[in-house]
């Protein structure tokens, strides 16, 4: 008998008639509220064959959750020592646990701890006076079912949990800055006056472009003032006619080579090391570009902060020099047996969980959790080496299970 409600996806049903417009949905019984189960005297479901009945629980107070049953007959209760019962529940991957139960006191007690997730079918068998009793029911939690087609649809998407390696990191602040080698200052190599100005402010210049042609004063002949690096001309001082002086005609500037300049925490400084992976982070939160340290000041700065240069594996057109950032600096790399995405993980009940995929059907994993890192996190307990597991979108899984009404209830 089908004590308990099974979930019924409305979630799935929305993205279905949305995705699939031309799928007719079946309503009745499946959309129906069925009817409350019976419940005893001690919470647990009442299991009615004739007078006879069991009252199974799951027990929990105190003591690891555990089975327990109180037996009667014709509304009597029944000694524990003349009845045999045994529970089997299987669970989502057709896992069965077999439980034998033994007298105490006026109850029957389950023989091993009923683990999370409590979401199984259970099928129960009692024999009393030489009479056979059997009942069978779903007891789900955190479970549902979603077709592939559809959930390919909601973008969910899975991976094998495994091994991992976590990236401890320290964080650091500070801005992206020219080195020396992305910037020179032009000047006249003799004093004279600028015949010709070649390009403009704001020009592309490759290594060698004539910038200006100027008259020495010394020789009265000309010569050719060329651009000693590629890049662009990020200033410009001087015109046609002008005495060139002493001053900065130009200033050429390579935005390629970029770097970022921190400022590492004194707490943090013995960890960092030149060669250390580094992630940077816009102040305002856009985009991420990696690179590597390659410099630590000898000497610190003010607030006693180290300096630290990092340099750029990439830089996108909209990461400028002056701009601010955050780097996360590697200190240490940490091999764990087990791990997930911490894009999966969703809260349930008191706990940290992620859902398991067998098949099309969908089913909570209460986690024990141990060290993190911007991606990873370690899993202690509660799932197994090899479970494919929801890694995006879970919580649209999360919200379909709470919609269909899958609660802790035994």
């Known amino acids: 008998m089908n004590v308990f409600r099974k979930p019924i996806g409305l979630l799935v049903t929305v993205w279905m008639l949305l995705v699939f417009p031309l799928v007719t949905l079946a309503a009745g019984a499946a959309e129906e509220q069925e009817a409350e189960p019976e419940k005893g005297p001690h919470r647990g479901l009442m299991l009615r064959d004739g007078d006879f009945a069991v009252e199974l629980a799951i027990f929990e107070t105190g003591v690891p959750p555990e089975y327990r049953a109180w037996i009667s007959n014709d509304g009597e209760p029944v000694d524990p020592e ?4 045994q529970v089997v529940l299987t669970r989502l991957g057709n896992v069965r646990d077999e439980i034998g139960f033994a007298p105490q ?49 909601m973008g969910v998407v899975t991976e094998v949990a495994g091994p991992a390696t976590l990236h401890e990191t320290v ?32 020009d592309k210049v490759a290594r060698g472009d004539v910038l200006f042609t100027i008259e020495s004063n010394e020789s009265l002949r000309t010569y050719a003032l060329r651009s000693p690096m590629s890049g662009v001309i990020a200033s410009l001082d001087g015109g046609a006619g002008e005495p060139t002086g002493d001053r900065t005609l130009a200033r050429i500037i390579d935005v390629s080579k970029t770097e970022a300049e921190l400022s590492v925490f004194a707490m943090d400084r013995a960890r960092v090391k030149p060669g250390a992976d580094v992630q940077l982070v ?6 991420t570009v990696t690179g590597k340290v390659t410099f630590l000041a000898p000497q610190v700065a003010a607030g006693q902060a180290q300096t630290v240069r990092v340099s750029l594996a990439s830089l996108p057109e909209s990461w400028l020099p002056g701009q601010f950032v955050t780097g996360q600096i590697e200190v240490a790399q940490h091999p764990v047996e087990l791990a997930v ?13 992620v859902f398991a995929k067998v098949g099309e059907q969908y089913e909570v994993r209460m986690l024990e959790l141990g060290r993190e890192d911007e991606e990873w996190v370690e899993v202690l307990g509660g799932l197994k080496p090899g479970t494919e597991y929801v890694s995006g979108n879970s919580y649209l899984l999360k919200a379909d299970v709470e919609k269909s009404g899958a609660s802790h209830d035994h």
């Open 282 to 287: 816009l102040a305002d939160g856009s985009g």
């Open 82 to 85: 003349e009845v045999n019962l």
């Open 171 to 202: 964080t650091a602040y500070g801005s992206l800055v020219l080195p020396p080698a992305g910037q020179r200052a032009v000047r006249a190599r003799f004093d004279g006056e600028i015949v010709r100005v070649h390009k403009g402010l704001g």
């Open 341 to 353: 995405k911490k894009t999966g993980l969703q809260g349930f009940r008191d706990f940290t969980v």
């Open 105 to 153: 006191a006026d109850f029957l007690r389950g023989d091993m701890e009923i683990y999370e997730p409590h979401s199984f079918v259970v099928s129960v068998s009692a024999e009393h006076q030489g009479q056979q009793y059997q009942w069978q029911y779903d007891s789900f939690e955190g479970r549902t079912a979603i077709e592939q087609a559809v959930a390919d649809a």
